[in-house]
């Protein structure tokens, strides 16, 4: 038995059948080391979507379990809800106000800081504590910065003389107040991409085109910018994945309010399927938010894909 | 951090120097200010009683930040070591001990399982590999809030809702520490692994002697990333548990606000214990962090 199964430099048919054993053993061997993994993703990411699509054509609450099938129901309501309408709406004006500002900021605050000065790793990690930091502890210290009695920038207003400012409570400036604050937290993260991007670039390039003459700001347009491309689209595509599911800042700083002006659409699932016991009607506002999001993050993987290497 | 790679100004002469370095000073205390204020401000009242907070808020000073009468009794208080405290029924201690149970728990088995997946798609044959690629990247794009509340469901239906294992299970895989880590295999030269096969190690052995000691920073960057992660949650264990006894930190704190508690300090003082050992572990060992963020091709 043994002598058969020596591999030798021969097509002989022990040898090959040598290879194929010790291939099928390796190929089930393998499959025990992905299987964990694979259970996971099954069970906790793909089973909860199945679930929320055959709950959303039931009238489903946690407490009443399933009653009756109402099968498209949900979704023809959905299309006739206000509040859903102005959730989305909230939803995409906080992205669209965010996101540009975030990205601005970490870029300026990324060629800022990669200056070979004493000091910039300090002033790095600074802007990267909030990170490390939970959106919880973030949007309940920054509920009392913003607090219109005793919160810290209303204390900065008054000592520039300024008018007393009710951040939270004003429909107009509640979203902005949650925005400044998440930008305040995420801005780190992204920060530190574009310092590695940047880290990346060949200082060569910036060489060759300084003896050519550039200013300062054909530098940044030609050299940095091109160079950044692929950086950029990932900070962008990954912020707006994250920026859509926003969700604590408004639970703990506004619930919502005043008059639905940061009501999220996470926020109104959250509502509907905890609040109002409505959860075949959170399932299937949970299917729409699920295709939306997907639609912009094939859009975006497109124009990621779409990129040239250097 | 090679001086090739640093920003270049084009003409510098004496009196641009001057200005240029002015306006750098400025802007680093701009940014210091802005991102620090919020921090000392929470550090600074949780040491304060809260009258005293509201008292020195206006005119702005060095009395808005510093406590004039230090106590701790914040601390207490939330920790349900005070009379106080325990009237009002804060156990922010189990909190911590929970949360800190639950990200080590999620962290080890994560370790393990992520790194076993990474192995197998950075190394190991197999029939339909691409296609198993693609449904562990898939849930990538599975938004996580937004399945928050299915998640919830299913949870439900295996009967583990309402127990530790509710925040442990569902994290103890993820396709973003698999596909890092498995960036980071791919970089480990192959021909360490054939040599270590050569020498008769089994799979295993090659990701036991090989990979791992090749890998260290990777897989320190990644504990450190998935650590935050699941020490930051909340919206899951919002959800998942429903019982005090298994009331995750950053729950506690959240509950507080949702009172309506006027008591600012202790307010406070919850940010500083949700957040403190966070930011501790971060700071101790950033080093090895900022080198895993530039190698893992995490910049895109």
Known sequence: MMAATVPTRTNSPSWWTYIQRRKTRNTIFAAFFVLPAVINFLIFRYIPIVWAARASTWQYSLLGGYRDWIGADHYLRALEDPILLKSLQVTFAYVIVKLPLEVALALALAIFTN???????????????????SMVVVSVVWALILNADSGLLNA????????????????????????????????GFSTILIVA???????IFYEAAVIDGATRWQLFRHVTLPLLRRTLLFVI???TIFSFQVFIPVYSMTQGGPLDSTKVIVYYIYQLGFRFQDMGYAAAVSMILLVILLLISVTQMRFLRSDVEY | MSAASQQRTPRSTLPNRIVGGFFILLAYLLITIIFLTPLLWMIGSSLRPSPEVFQYIFPLSWRTFVPLQFT????????????????LGFQF???LLNTAFVSTAVVGSSLVFNTLAAYF?????FPYKNLLLV??????????????????????QLGFADTYWALILPWYASPFVIFVLSQFFQEIPKELDEAAIIDGASLLGVLRHVIVPNARVGLLTVSLLEFQFIWNLFFWPLIATGRQELQVIQVAVATQISQREIAWGRIFAGGVVASLPVIILFLALQKYFVEGVALSGLKG
Do not use: C, H
Request: aromatic share 10%; charged share 15%; glycine share 10%.
């Open chain 1, 115 to 133: 200056r070979a000065i004493r000091g910039m790793g300090t002033i790095r990690t600074i802007i990267f504590t909030p990170v490390v930091m």
């Open chain 1, 156 to 187: 900065l207003l008054k000592t520039f003389g300024l008018p007393k400012q009710v951040f939270l409570s004003n429909p107009n400036l509640s979203l902005p107040s949650v925005i400044t604050a998440t930008i305040w937290k995420d801005v």
């Open chain 1, 197 to 203: 991007g940047l880290k990346g670039i060949p200082g």
């Open chain 1, 237 to 239: 595509v990954t912020q």
């Open chain 2, 72 to 87: 701790l009794q914040n601390f207490a208080d939330i920790f349900g070591i005070s009379e106080q405290g325990r009237a």
């Open chain 2, 93 to 95: 201690g189990r909190a």
């Open chain 2, 121 to 125: 798609f950075a190394r190991l044959e």
């Open chain 2, 135 to 156: 449904f562990v990247l898939g849930t990538f794009f599975v938004p996580q809030e937004a399945t928050i509340v299915p998640l919830y469901i299913v949870v439900r």
